[in-house]
């Protein structure tokens, strides 16, 4: 296995982790009453550039779109519409969410690919 596999599948591993902590510190922070949506994108992106050792723009653009859908999934899991809480429902309906909520959900993206995109060692 070359380096280059190699990183990615670290990076991606460590990604999954993030993603995995950031999800139930969420809900854990939920609890708390602190609504902190752009955590699980923001340790994605930890965990998918911290054992890494080069630059990778498919690291990045993977990860981003898993904080994307976590996200999303995060949200709808925890605060679905009332009307109908299922998640094509809500899929359809992104655009009636509070600007806040599409502002972390944003965020958590940016967040995941920018610090999973690496640096050159």
Request: aromatic letters at 10%; hydrophobic letters at 50%.
């Amino acid at each position: 296995m070359n380096d280059k596999t190699r990183n990615l599948l670290l990076g991606l591993l460590g990604a999954a982790v993030g993603g995995v902590v950031g999800y139930f510190g969420f809900v854990w922070g939920l609890h708390q009453g602190l609504y902190a949506l752009m955590l699980p994108g923001g340790l994605i992106g930890i965990g998918g550039g911290l054992l890494v050792k080069d630059r990778s723009i498919l690291r990045a653009t993977l990860c981003g779109v898993f904080a994307a859908c976590l996200g999303l999934f995060t949200e709808w899991h925890h605060a679905h519409f009332i009307a109908d809480p299922s998640l094509g429902y809500f899929l359809t309906h992104i655009h009636q969410l509070r600007g806040l909520t599409l502002l972390m959900l944003a965020a958590g993206t940016g967040f995941a690919a920018w610090l999973s995109l690496g640096r050159q060692r």
